[in-house]
């Protein structure tokens, strides 16, 4: 009996299953499954473009150079800091997002850095018409003649393209709208990208020729999403964002060549994206104002502390529906819980307040190190008193009313104090260096916390260990 040729793959998640099924059993989503054929081996045959490795023999591990091929750093450190340092020769960077994101302009500004630097590009683009591409390149500051547009979506012709030219960098976009002929189904289907990126993967090896991969996300799962893309590529990167506000991150989530912890900040603007180096600078930039309800918090993206500011509005209504909780940028069951613990441990009641809380700049916080700054911020709002000025609150919130440890005190501390924030509240018992300039007052509890948070400042250097215990 030959064996089965077809099984079925998640276009969202890349899970498969031998049947098909109308939800998927790996990720849960419906309607997902696709058919996807299976390459037989041809015995004794080597597939086109196979990967020229070394030969397969044992090396000593002293012997291999820690770097085969300088990577090539673009403009942007941001861009260089996910990426691991620079462009690694001869991989494959998968950069994915949802559509409008920003994709497709994130990668011409690494094609026109390259194409500065002396560096020829091959930019193929299978979504939009070549002059759409140059209007694009205009808007961001250069038409250089080291970019060469090829408005293609047979895979083969792209291959030759990339082979014959040998470029410094080559982009796909997207890996959804090129297809293999040697293989049945549409573009995007998972077939076809899987396929399509294996290819690019050996040929990208093959030549030393770096490859960066645009992928769709989507929700419906009408096209393969880049996670079924995730373990043949090199690197994933996912540009995340709201699309009506500024700021970008670039995210990787995961990297043979660097940490997958990274993150690099970029903000849309006119003429495109811009770095920001220094996005906590950018996500306090309207925090000069205090007023009741907002409170800055120090949360770790990767390796990195970001300042942000945590907005609540809490609304008392006079009606018989259930209340409201709206949380933008953070899970609301974390709201549920936070607001929960207020009721109890601090006295206060919210049971009748609409309560929605805002975290600026579009960011996701998913830390519960700012736990106790979201609760100072519904406690702030409620009792109507602003938070003093160059406060800045850090610390895990435990269901007993207790602050809990966070890891990286230091770091974040850090941070605030370079930002010229002037007083942290922290949790007790927390080990870390004080940098100069900032005023750490150690919590035990929500409620010393409240009372800690509303005292007028201390002289510098002298700590409050045992904060009043005061509810208003
Ligand atoms: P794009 O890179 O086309 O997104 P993707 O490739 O991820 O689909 O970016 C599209 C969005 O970016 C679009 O909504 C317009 C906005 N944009 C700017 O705001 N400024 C600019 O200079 C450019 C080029 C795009
Ligand atoms: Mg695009």
Same mark, same amino acid.
């Given at each position: 009996?030959?064996?089965?040729?077809?099984?079925?793959?998640?276009?969202?998640?890349?899970?498969?299953?031998?049947?098909?099924?109308?939800?998927?059993?790996?990720?849960?989503?419906?309607?997902?499954?696709?058919?996807?054929?299976?390459?037989?081996?041809?015995?004794?045959?080597?597939?086109?473009?196979?990967?020229?490795?070394?030969?397969?023999?044992?090396?000593?591990?002293?012997?291999?150079?820690?770097?085969?091929?300088?990577?090539?750093?673009?403009?942007?450190?941001?861009?260089?800091?996910?990426?691991?340092?620079?462009?690694?020769?001869?991989?494959?960077?998968?950069?994915?997002?949802?559509?409008?994101?920003?994709?497709?302009?994130?990668?011409?500004?690494?094609?026109?850095?390259?194409?500065?630097?002396?560096?020829?590009?091959?930019?193929?683009?299978?979504?939009? %018409?070549?002059? !759409? =591409? *140059?209007?694009? $390149? @205009? &808007? #961001?500051?250069?038409?250089?003649? +080291? /970019?060469?547009?090829?408005?293609?979506?047979?895979?083969?012709?792209?291959?030759?393209?990339?082979?014959?030219?040998?470029?410094?960098?080559?982009?796909?976009?997207?890996?959804?709208?090129?297809?293999?002929?040697?293989?049945?189904?549409?573009?995007? %289907?998972?077939? !076809? =990208? *899987?396929?399509? $990126? @294996? &290819? #690019?993967?050996?040929?990208?090896? +093959? /030549?030393?020729?770096?490859?960066?991969?645009?992928?769709?996300?989507?929700?419906?799962?009408?096209?393969?999403?880049?996670?079924?893309?995730?373990?043949?590529?090199?690197?994933?990167?996912?540009?995340?964002?709201?699309?009506?506000?500024?700021?970008?991150?670039?995210?990787?989530?995961?990297?043979?060549?660097?940490?997958?912890?990274?993150?690099?900040?970029?903000?849309?603007?006119?003429?495109?994206?811009?770095?920001?180096?220094?996005?906590?600078?950018?996500l306090?930039?309207s925090a000069?104002v205090s007023s009741p309800g907002t409170a800055v918090v120090?949360?770790?993206?990767?390796?990195?502390?970001?300042?942000i500011e945590i907005q609540s509005l809490v609304?008392?209504?006079?009606?018989?529906?259930?209340?409201?909780?709206i949380a933008s940028g953070m899970?609301?069951?974390?709201l549920?819980?936070?607001?929960?613990?207020?009721?109890?441990?601090?006295?206060?009641?919210?049971?009748?307040?609409?309560i929605f809380v805002n975290v600026a700049g579009?960011i996701?916080i998913?830390?519960?190190?700012a736990?106790?700054g979201l609760?100072l911020s519904i406690?702030s709002n409620?009792?109507?008193?602003p938070l003093?000025?160059?406060?800045?609150?850090?610390?895990?919130?435990?269901?007993?009313?207790?602050?809990?440890?966070?890891?990286?005190?230091?770091?974040?501390?850090?941070?605030?104090?370079?930002?010229?924030?002037?007083?942290?509240?922290?949790?007790?018992?927390?080990?870390?260096?004080?940098?100069?300039?900032?005023?750490?007052?150690?919590?035990?509890?929500?409620?010393?916390?409240?009372?800690?948070?509303?005292?007028?400042?201390?002289?510098?250097?002298?700590?409050?260990?045992?904060?009043?215990?005061?509810?208003?």
């Amino acid at each position: 009996m030959p064996k089965s040729t077809v099984t079925f793959m998640c276009s969202e998640c890349g899970g498969e299953s031998l049947r098909w099924a109308g939800q998927c059993p790996h990720c849960h989503a419906w309607n997902t499954l696709q058919e996807f054929q299976v390459r037989k081996a041809t015995p004794g045959r080597r597939p086109p473009e196979a990967p020229v490795f070394a030969p397969s023999r044992p090396v000593r591990l002293s012997d291999i150079e820690s770097e085969a091929a300088p990577r090539r750093r673009l403009a942007w450190g941001e861009l260089n800091r996910v990426l691991g340092g620079g462009v690694v020769p001869g991989s494959v960077v998968l950069v994915g997002g949802e559509p409008g994101v920003g994709k497709s302009t994130l990668l011409m500004h690494a094609a026109q850095q390259v194409a500065a630097g002396g560096g020829r590009v091959i930019y193929a683009s299978g979504e939009e %018409s070549p002059q !759409q =591409v *140059r209007m694009r $390149a @205009a &808007r #961001l500051g250069s038409v250089s003649a +080291e /970019i060469l547009l090829l408005a293609e979506n047979d895979l083969d012709t792209i291959c030759e393209a990339i082979r014959a030219e040998s470029p410094q960098l080559a982009i796909v976009d997207s890996i959804q709208t090129v297809s293999d002929a040697g293989f049945e189904g549409s573009a995007g %289907s998972v077939t !076809q =990208v *899987r396929e399509s $990126a @294996a &290819r #690019l993967m050996r040929l990208a090896k +093959e /030549i030393g020729v770096p490859i960066f991969l645009v992928g769709h996300v989507t929700k419906d799962g009408s096209i393969a999403g880049p996670r079924v893309l995730e373990h043949i590529v090199d690197t994933v990167l996912y540009l995340e964002g709201d699309r009506r506000q500024e700021l970008r991150i670039l995210r990787a989530m995961k990297n043979r060549f660097g940490s997958a912890e990274e993150i690099g900040v970029f903000a849309m603007g006119e003429a495109g994206l811009e770095e920001v180096p220094d996005p906590s600078s950018a996500l306090l930039g309207s925090a000069g104002v205090s007023s009741p309800g907002t409170a800055v918090v120090v949360v770790l993206e990767g390796t990195r502390p970001l300042l942000i500011e945590i907005q609540s509005l809490v609304n008392k209504v006079n009606n018989n529906y259930p209340p409201r909780r709206i949380a933008s940028g953070m899970d609301i069951n974390r709201l549920h819980m936070i607001i929960a613990v207020l009721e109890k441990r601090a006295s206060i009641a919210l049971g009748q307040s609409d309560i929605f809380v805002n975290v600026a700049g579009g960011i996701h916080i998913t830390e519960p190190a700012a736990d106790l700054g979201l609760a100072l911020s519904i406690h702030s709002n409620t009792s109507d008193r602003p938070l003093p000025d160059g406060l800045v609150v850090i610390g895990e919130l435990g269901l007993a009313g207790e602050v809990r440890r966070v890891g990286q005190l230091e770091r974040r501390l850090h941070e605030a104090a370079r930002h010229g924030l002037t007083r942290a509240l922290i949790p007790a018992g927390a080990k870390a260096g004080r940098p100069a300039g900032l005023e750490v007052v150690e919590v035990r509890s929500l409620a010393e916390a409240i009372s800690a948070a509303f005292l007028p400042p201390i002289p510098s250097g002298a700590f409050i260990k045992e904060a009043e215990v005061s509810v208003t």
